[in-house]
């Protein structure tokens, strides 16, 4: 075999090889992507929208208590509830958050503190309806009802940010088969010639 055919030889195959690693650097980017994506629709959305219907939860024990003047719970049952809302403000805040998202808790955050120094003036008041926390509980109603939409909305985007990555993946991967299939089929013509 000549120099020349061997130098042929050699560039065929390195050009496949050059090819198929070009492919796999963009799938290994596109996988990355989904795999990210998941991850967030997982960590950022879904225990998100978990830790805001847990926090809905509580906040609706407290309307409940407020409504009825429930001494009871405040004197046995609030503090513990306060703890628990505590611990889900700190979980939600180790989430990551959009720049919108990031508004509304910080508001909830302010209106949590100013119902527990309500509660406290309504305690201290011996429940007089004047000094009930209802509008405030309102207000953080208002605040989770705008955190759980935000969740939706955001694991629709990672959803899409996925599709595409997913549907990038397929296209690259028909691509690499066509031009595979062309080069072999080059290399077979190449093989079967004879030069005179």
């Known amino acids: 075999m000549a120099l020349y055919n061997k130098i042929k030889w050699v560039l065929g195959i390195l050009l496949v090889f050059i090819l198929i690693l070009i492919t796999n650097l963009v799938d290994k980017n596109n996988f990355t992507r989904v795999k990210d994506s998941v991850v967030t629709i997982y960590e950022d959305r879904l225990i998100a929208s978990d830790i805001v219907f847990e926090m809905f939860k509580l906040v609706k024990e407290k309307e409940v208590a407020a409504k009825l003047s429930d ?28 720049t919108k998202e990031l508004s509304i808790f910080n508001d909830l955050k302010d209106n949590l503190e100013s119902l527990k120094r309500a509660e406290k003036t309504f305690m201290e008041s011996h429940y007089n309806t004047k000094s009930n926390p209802e509008a405030l509980i309102a207000k953080i109603n208002n605040n989770l ?11 629709r985007r990672q959803m899409s940010i996925t599709k595409k990555a997913l549907s990038t993946v397929e296209l690259f991967t028909q691509i690499e088969i066509g031009i595979l299939i062309f080069l072999a089929i080059v290399i077979q013509i190449i093989v079967m010639y004879k030069s005179n």
């Open 71 to 98: 001494t009871t719970f405040y004197n046995h049952k609030n503090e513990m509830i306060n703890a628990s809302i505590n611990d889900l403000v700190f979980r939600f805040e180790n989430t990551k958050l959009t």
């Open 145 to 155: 009802d705008e955190l759980s939409e935000i969740q939706l909305i955001e694991g």
